[in-house]
């Protein structure tokens, strides 16, 4: 699978779908028909393959090195040489 292809499909599982089936629930609501047959099978699929594409992702990820957002290298420190009010220069 290419870079594009991955996108596009993550796309379409993650806006497309859901857009669709909100679409087809409120359809139903206002024309008073029965949709849980319908969104139920759309949900299944596009479950399915989301778990097939995250394992993709995990594939293509799995010989990358993993960095890790919580740690730290360096401590946060304020700077010390800004004038504060009452210093002399400060004003």
Do not use: C, H, W
Request: hydrophobic share 40%.
């Amino acid at each position: 699978m290419t870079n594009t292809q991955y996108d596009v499909a993550k796309r379409v599982l993650v806006m497309v779908v859901p857009a669709a089936i909100t679409l087809i629930s409120g359809f139903g609501a206002l024309f008073k028909f029965d949709t849980e047959y319908i969104v139920g099978s759309i949900t299944l699929v596009s479950t399915f393959l989301g778990v097939l594409l995250n394992a993709a992702s995990n594939d293509y990820n799995a010989d990358k090195p993993r960095i890790d957002p919580y740690e730290v290298d360096n401590e946060f420190t304020l700077p010390t040489d800004f004038p504060r009010k009452d210093d002399k220069n400060g004003k």
